[in-house]
């Protein structure tokens, strides 16, 4: 017998006194420090990305089609003097990786770094293996740090054929502090004029406040708000700069939260603010189930007649539909209300991400709804 059900669900939306929500509650305000909210512009890290070799693995390592970790293995022999065609090589315990690291702001030669090496051949597993010396380069393609040192897995890979077992991800892994930075690439405070602070979310009255209270600390029309990311700050001094910016970016400021929805539509996750409001609105789902059957049945004909044996398809259809369930909100309720209702009436998440997009749309939703 074969079913093939089809599902399908409705939503109507009715909305009640459109009124704005301004008036309706209080807006929650919080002091955050300025270091919470900005950066320092160019005190920023840089990627580092190179290519390298582990070794020592327990025949866990690429196999003889990945080409181009024998002509690496051929070409490392060749510098430590010993002369073997590539093709020649064939060796399970090693493996052509990835090696990637971030520089961190105000690095100097000699700093440590941790370095993250992701295999790029068809090794099973880099558990046990070490990573030979890798230059890293950065986005200008010179050498900034180098890395070596051994791999630390998070899992592992046990059993052969169709009978094993795995644990997380056991083609990449890290060596911590095994990258040592080589070349200065520390931002010089004492060379600028000007320091500008970005805010991480884009807000003018955060960035006016921002300006505003550095001014007030320091007695002078020091920093500037210049868009609703950028604040400047002139006039100074190269002498106790670190002091003055660690007092600056210690100080608090107001900030007011945006009214935002995050949902996703592949997964049914649904984020939201507490400060999210609804206009007035009524909600109706309901759900239609159809669901068509088939059953074949064997046609036999009688003995010593001229028929034939045949199949006879016997098809059955029954539709179910139930009663409408409903959500009434008064005006000013939260999202988290509308939530709980929804769960109330057997809504599933993928529902509540549709029914949210609805009131949106219809106007009644005093947020910003971002789907991802």
């Known amino acids: 017998m074969k079913r093939r059900p089809i599902c399908g669900w409705g939503v109507l939306l009715l909305l009640t006194a459109p009124l704005l929500l301004t008036a309706m509650g209080q807006e929650t305000v919080r002091s955050v420090q300025i270091r919470d909210l900005a950066t320092i512009e160019g005190v920023r890290e840089n990627p ?10 327990a025949g866990t390592g690429d196999r003889r089609q990945t080409m181009f970790s024998t002509q690496t293995l051929g070409n490392i022999l060749l510098k430590m003097g010993v002369t073997i065609p590539a093709s020649a090589v064939s060796v399970k315990n090693v493996a052509a990786v990835f090696v990637t690291a971030s520089l961190p702001p105000f690095s100097r030669p000699g700093t440590q770094i941790d370095v993250t090496v992701s295999s790029i051949g068809d090794a099973t597993s ?21 890395a070596q040192g051994p791999v ?16 997380n991800h ?9 990258g040592l930075v080589e070349r200065d690439a520390s931002l010089d405070l004492r060379r600028l004029s000007t320091i500008a602070l970005l805010a991480r979310e884009p807000d003018f009255r955060t960035t006016r ?56 539509e592949r997964t049914g996750t649904i984020v939201m603010g507490r400060d999210v409001r609804l206009t007035a609105v009524s909600i109706l789902h309901g759900d239609l189930t159809v669901e068509i059957s088939t059953e074949y049945q064997v046609s036999q004909p009688a003995p010593f007649s001229q028929g034939k044996t045949s199949v006879v398809p016997e098809t059955q259809l029954e539709a ?4 409408v369930k409903h959500i009434d909100l008064r005006e000013g309720a939260s999202v988290q209300q509308l939530v709980e209702g929804l769960q109330a009436i057997g809504a599933t998440a993928r529902d ?17 709804l971002e789907v991802i």
């Open 170 to 178: 056991p083609t990449a892994g890290r060596v911590p502090n095994g």
């Open 209 to 264: 406040d921002m300006a505003a209270a550095i001014n007030r600390e320091v007695g002078a029309s020091m920093a500037t708000a210049i868009d609703g990311r950028r604040v400047e700050l002139t006039n100074l001094t190269s002498s106790g700069l670190p002091e003055m910016l660690a007092r600056l970016l210690s100080l608090k400021v107001e900030i007011h939260p945006h009214a935002k929805v995050v949902v996703s």
């Open 48 to 57: 580092l990305v190179g290519y390298g070799m582990v070794i020592g693995l």
């Open 352 to 368: 509540v991400v549709a029914i949210l997009q609805a009131i949106k749309a219809a106007g009644a939703l005093q947020a910003e």
């Open 126 to 146: 880099l558990e046990g293996g070490t990573l030979l010396l890798a230059p890293l380069y950065a986005a200008d393609g010179q050498v900034y740090a180098e």
């Open 320 to 323: 179910k539909e139930e009663k």
């Open 152 to 167: 630390t897995l998070g899992g592992y890979s046990a059993g052969k054929g169709g009978n094993t077992k795995q644990v």
